[in-house]
């Protein structure tokens, strides 16, 4: 079954459970992935907080991503959206985006998985278009999940 197809991904929100499209389109090429402007987003768990995001265009090489829905880990974050990264999107003025952050796995620098807290892509829930938006807050690039 295409993504196009698959039933709708479930991401647990402050808000509540929140169905999303499985098929995220981005308004913009994430940084440093040219040529991926389709991703298909699937849980690695049952929780609804941990999801991978892949994409593989022809001619482009497969590229796989790692997000959490933020505030699993991170009660207080609360960033505001910027209204021109809103209005790309097409949200109204009081519909609430989905955001998931972006999850670096520890390494040999790091001794815990971090998240990038000050550009999380923002989900237009009902229809899945996308868009990674670089915040204006004081927030970490890369906060450890611990």
Request: a negative charge; glycine letters at 4%; charged letters at 20%.
């Amino acid at each position: 079954m295409s993504a196009l197809h698959a039933a709708p991904v479930t991401v647990v929100t402050p808000a509540g459970p929140r169905d999303l499209p499985p098929l995220l389109r981005v308004a913009t090429e994430l940084p440093g992935l040219p040529g991926h402007h389709e991703w298909t987003l699937a849980p690695l768990d049952e929780t609804g907080l941990l999801f991978t995001l892949r994409s593989e265009p022809d001619g482009v090489r497969p590229a796989r991503l790692f997000v959490v829905e933020p505030h699993a880990f991170f009660p207080d974050y609360a960033p505001t959206v910027p209204s021109e990264a809103r209005a790309t999107l097409g949200l109204a003025p009081d519909e609430a985006p989905v955001l998931l952050v972006v999850v670096h796995p520890a390494d040999d620098d790091r001794a815990h998985p971090s998240a990038n807290l000050l550009a999380p892509v923002v989900v237009h829930p009902a229809d899945g278009r996308a868009l990674q938006v670089v915040l204006e807050d004081d927030l970490p690039l890369r906060a450890p999940l611990a």
